[in-house]
């Protein structure tokens, strides 16, 4: 489903101030990537890494944590490369 919603988000984007953040999506089901997370309201769910537009918080690529990574801003980043575009980020 992210596959295709992705180019779509993309295609209305205009503007060039980003921000990474992070979130947790409630799930009780068994996924091999659901995580614990105990002082967490939601203690059990799907953690999902999202980049949006700064000013309106306009959602524009999405990726979902399913194990051990370090690529997850570039992956997120990797249609802004050299284009101009500036990122913020939380303690992420």
Not at 6 to 32: M, Q, T
Not at 61 to 78: A, C, D, I, P, S
């Amino acid at each position: 489903m992210l596959d295709i919603t992705n180019p779509l988000y993309l295609a209305a984007y205009s503007r060039r101030e980003l921000a990474i953040d992070e979130s947790k999506i409630k799930f009780k089901g068994r996924v091999f990537f659901r995580q614990y997370l105990p002082p967490k309201p939601q203690k059990w769910g799907i953690k999902q890494f999202a980049l949006y537009e700064s000013d309106s918080g306009y959602a524009l690529r999405f990726l979902l944590y399913t194990g051990k990574t370090n690529q997850v801003v570039t992956k997120l980043m990797e249609c802004f490369k050299n284009k101009g575009h500036r990122l913020s980020t939380d303690n992420f």
